[in-house]
Antibody
Framework: QVQLVQSGAEVKKPGSSVKVSCKASGGTFSSYTISWVRQAPGQGLEWMGRIIPILGIANYAQKFQGRVTITADKSTSTAYMELSSLRSEDTAVYYC??????????WGQGTLVTVSS | EIVLTQSPGTLSLSPGERATLSCRASQSVSSSYLAWYQQKPGQAPRLLIYGASSRATGIPDRFSGSGSGTDFTLTISRLEPEDFAVYYCQQYGSSPQTFGPGTKVDIK
């Protein structure tokens, strides 16, 4: 059973960038997309974008266009989400997620990114 | 962008009762690409329903989804103690994918 395992918590300064990884443990992403979703403290879920790892094609929510880059390394079955020009409002838990209905349907465990001076 | 509205915001019920959660979309959801998730404090969301009515792997049959177009419903037939949580709907048929604001089901 494929599980999505994310990198650990990060503390960043305003204006800097963060890169979070999501590795498919026990298998590969196969042909499925991987989305990135964030959740600010006490708030709801916000979709940031997704990638088709075997094609390397990503699309993004307009809100994050120009600030987020989602990539994937097929050889290691790892997806990455890089967010730049960080501000305090970017403090959140960031999740990688498979598409609903995929054979592996558990999200990554989440990565807390704290933006603070 | 498709905006999802969930109602009620909070549902206060007792174990054993039936829960009915609503998710309404601002425009038709393509091919019923509507999912429901359960989230408990400190945990990642867990997929319950996809394709509006298909249960995800390992999800008990007390959870059921229905609806099409712009109106969708998640029903929990008999609430178990572990079902008290926040529930989100998500449309994944058009980009950007969007989530509803959530419905909290708490113990009455």
């Amino acid at each position: 059973q494929v599980q999505l395992v994310q990198s650990g918590a990060e503390v960043k300064k305003p204006g800097s960038s963060v890169k979070v990884s999501c590795k498919a443990s026990g298998g590969t992403f196969s042909s499925y997309t991987i989305s990135w979703v964030r959740q600010a403290p006490g708030q709801g879920l916000e979709w940031m974008g997704r990638i088709i790892p075997i094609l390397g094609i990503a699309n993004y929510a307009q809100k994050f266009q120009g600030r987020v880059t989602i990539t994937a390394d097929k050889s290691t079955s790892t997806a990455y989400m890089e967010l730049s020009s960080l501000r305090s409002e970017d403090t959140a838990v960031y999740y990688c997620a498979p598409p609903p209905g995929a054979p592996f349907d558990y999200w990554g465990q989440g990565t807390l990114v704290t933006v603070s001076s | 962008e498709i905006v999802l509205t969930q109602s009620p915001g909070t549902l206060s019920l007792s174990p054993g009762e039936r829960a009915t959660l609503s998710c309404r979309a601002s425009q038709s959801v393509s091919s019923s690409y509507l999912a429901w998730y359960q989230q408990k404090p400190g945990q990642a969301p867990r997929l319950l329903i996809y394709g509006a009515s298909s249960r995800a792997t390992g999800i008990p049959d007390r959870f059921s989804g229905s609806g099409s177009g712009t109106d969708f419903t998640l029903t929990i037939s008999r609430l178990e103690p572990e079902d008290f949580a926040v529930y989100y709907c998500q449309q994944y048929g058009s980009s950007p994918q969007t989530f509803g604001p959530g419905t909290k089901v708490d113990i009455k």
